[in-house]
């Protein structure tokens, strides 16, 4: 079965290690979720479960979800995602089927995948990283510009800049992906991942865990080792 979860990121704290160093890692409440749909190939043309989390009031939701998780026999649920399986797979999934994070039993590193924090109108110092003008005597208060964009004059006649520019605009609030993240315990009885490091978004939001697709090189060489 593959290793999937929707949850919510609680908080970070820290924990010591059998050497007494001190470790960062997140909370993170997963599951329980429960099974919505399941995409065959002759139906759908590809096999995939969708799995929905955390039950909202029928007020908040609407008609077409109401129906829809009302097949799998539940109520409306806040968040759904859907994810591939194998055609072998696909059989050992059950319409309504709950998961939890037994799933995540002798899993050693997991992708979490979120959106970040949203930091609204940013310039490029900020956004990009650049770093500013010269500050000397006799410059205008033109520190944290970009500086020259460019005529693009010589591109094919026109004067637009080039596109992929880093330019000033709106900064946070994108999907983001924390890969390859060393998955420290998990408590079946609260269903809570603990996880090495930060992963993205504020506190509370909506977080989408999985199995590592990808291993690092130096995690991936640990994990062949053991």
């Known amino acids: ?15 010591y290690d059998k050497d007494g160093k001190n470790v960062p890692v997140t909370i993170i409440q997963a599951g329980p979720c429960f099974v919505t749909q399941i995409k065959t190939a002759d139906h759908d043309g590809y096999e995939a479960v969708q799995i929905g989390f955390e039950d909202v009031k029928p007020r908040n939701s609407t008609m077409q979800v109401i129906g829809h998780d009302a097949k799998a026999g539940r109520a409306p649920l806040r968040m759904h995602r859907e994810f591939r399986v194998a055609g072998d797979d696909a059989g050992s999934y059950t319409l309504g089927q709950e998961i939890t994070v037994d799933a995540f039993e002798g899993v050693k590193y997991v992708d979490v995948v979120g959106t970040s924090k949203g930091k609204g109108f940013a310039g490029v110092m900020k956004r990009h990283n650049f ?12 520190h944290r510009s970009p500086g020259s964009i460019s005529g693009r004059s010589s591109n094919r006649g026109t004067g637009k800049p080039k596109r992929g520019l880093r330019m000033p605009g709106h900064m946070g609030a994108e999907r983001v992906t924390a890969r390859s993240l060393e998955l420290i315990e998990h408590d079946k009885q609260r269903n809570l991942l603990i996880v ?11 977080l989408v865990i999985r199995q590592a697709v990808r291993l690092y090189k130096g995690k991936a060489r640990l994990a062949a080792a053991s």
């Open 1 to 15: 079965m593959t290793a999937v979860l929707l949850g919510r990121k609680v908080g970070m704290t820290r924990r």
């Open 131 to 142: 770093k500013g003008l010269c500050a000397s005597h006799g410059t205008e208060r033109k």
């Open 196 to 206: 090495k490091g930060a992963v993205p978004g504020a506190r509370d939001g909506l």
